[in-house]
């Protein structure tokens, strides 16, 4: 296995200068040839191959209409698999061709013959990796939740439109048909008016994330620690954060919040989503959070302008709609409604219809031949994500704020301090 751990002076700074390249007109005949043709293959990069990236691996060797080329991961062990299971998946069918392995991002990005990354590293990445790939004409699918910060969310809804790139977000319950019918059912009046969402968050990490002072461990021989922290402070190695290939859960640096956001914004993007979906929400938000206070209000509350509040709890894994006349529940298990007939109710012909999706991975894959939005566009993701940090946010400061969703901004300065967050140098934006 060659794996190239090590980008030139010279392409460093050719990648750093592609963050700041200039806009491409839509429908210039650079844009217009970077998009993929209908015949075409289309030749894939994975940017972060430990649990959820090696699954996703995994799941996109099984369409025939796109082909991996490159992974790329900072620990060689986890890189040395994914290489591996390409290289034997692909040699079973008959192609010699080899799977490329990178330790440095960068490295895959400069490959003009990929056109697109699949992002599954650390949150804390999300924003940096996907923007350089934009800028470089590449199509982005980027795992949930889509940023560490508000302001990284809609930089990259925004750079995405500047490029007309093709962005899918990993929140996959917008491929469930469970999930569509039960928001079809809300959005067209089959519940009256909403009155209440309540969104059930279960998670195994902190509700909300907390400062890391984890004690330093030894680095692994396999693992380039400082490439893994990138832009985050520097803190000493420890094995929670970056757990060897042996470990087969979901890293706690979830927990941490120069990394993630905890449960809001873990099982929380998933969750949130399908809220602001139901509301239909999708480029809008709430414009008031308010933290628990023990008294009035029991649990982390979101009131939208038309009155509808949403309440998050960390007791159950479910998201219900309540309204006027009736209620819709629903997650990964089952569709529950009141009266219990609207469960099977068709959504008429006339009436309100969602994007439809049965593979998150195909729609994107679709979409990049055609050049729409996917069924998780960037923007959606923006929006959904940005639920979860404001309700942090609130927690953080632990006071009311105001949100509006058209500017961006607070009413309340020390929340809008916390809508950005510094990078180490030498990483930026």
């Given amino acids: 296995m060659s794996i190239k751990r090590k980008i030139s002076r010279r392409r460093f700074f050719q990648s750093m200068a592609a963050l700041s390249a200039p806009a491409l007109v839509p429908g210039s005949a650079w844009s217009r040839g970077n998009s993929v043709l209908p015949n075409d293959r289309i030749t894939l990069g994975f940017i972060g191959v430990g649990k959820q990236g090696y699954y996703l691996l995994r799941n996109f060797l099984q369409h025939s209409q796109s082909r991996i080329v490159a992974v790329c991961d900072v620990d060689a062990l986890k890189l040395s698999r994914a290489k591996r299971t390409v290289d034997e998946f692909y040699a079973a069918a008959g192609s010699a061709n080899g799977c490329s392995a990178y330790s440095d991002y960068r490295e895959l990005l400069q490959r003009s013959d990929i056109d697109a990354v699949v992002i599954a590293t650390p949150d804390h990445w999300h924003a940096l990796q996907a923007i350089q790939a934009m800028r470089l004409g590449k199509d982005v699918y980027g795992e949930k939740p889509l940023s560490l910060t508000i302001g990284q969310a809609r930089q990259m809804a925004d750079e995405a439109r500047r490029w007309g790139r093709v962005f899918q977000t990993g929140s996959m319950q917008r491929s469930d048909d469970r999930f569509r019918h039960a928001c079809e059912l809300v959005q067209n009046g089959y519940i009256g008016q909403v009155k209440h969402v309540r969104v059930s968050v279960a998670t195994g990490f902190k509700n909300h994330p907390i400062d890391c002072d984890l004690p330093a461990e030894k680095i692994p021989a396999e693992l380039d620690w400082n490439l893994w922290l990138g832009p985050a ?167 009311r704020l105001h949100w509006d969703p058209v500017a961006g901004r607070f009413a309340e300065e020390d929340a809008n301090r916390l809508i950005v967050r510094a990078m180490r140098s030498p990483w930026v934006i």
């Avoid at 859960?249 to 809220?275: C, K, L, V």
């Avoid at 089952?334 to 006339?350: E, F």
Wanted: proline letters at 6%.
């Fill in 233 to 399: 402070p520097y803190r000493p190695y420890n094995a929670i954060l970056a757990p060897p290939i042996s470990f087969d859960g979901f890293p706690s640096w979830r927990d941490y919040y120069d990394y993630s956001g905890g449960g809001m914004t873990d099982w929380g993007a998933h969750h949130f989503d399908i809220a602001q979906w139901g509301l239909g929400m999708d480029h809008s938000g709430p414009v008031e959070i308010i933290p628990p206070d023990g008294k009035e209000f029991k649990y982390l509350t979101y009131r939208y302008a038309t009155g509808t509040l949403m309440t998050a709890d960390f007791d159950g894994n479910v998201i219900t709609f309540t309204g006027t006349e009736g209620m819709v529940e629903v997650n990964r298990d089952y569709l529950k409604t009141q009266p219990a007939h609207l469960a099977a109710v068709r959504i008429g012909v006339h009436e309100k219809h969602s994007a439809r999706s049965s593979d998150h991975a195909a729609n994107w894959l679709d979409c990049m031949r055609t050049r729409n939005r996917p069924v998780t566009d960037v923007e959606i993701g923006c929006r959904s994500v940005i639920v979860c940090h404001l309700g942090n946010i609130a927690v953080q400061l632990n006071h």
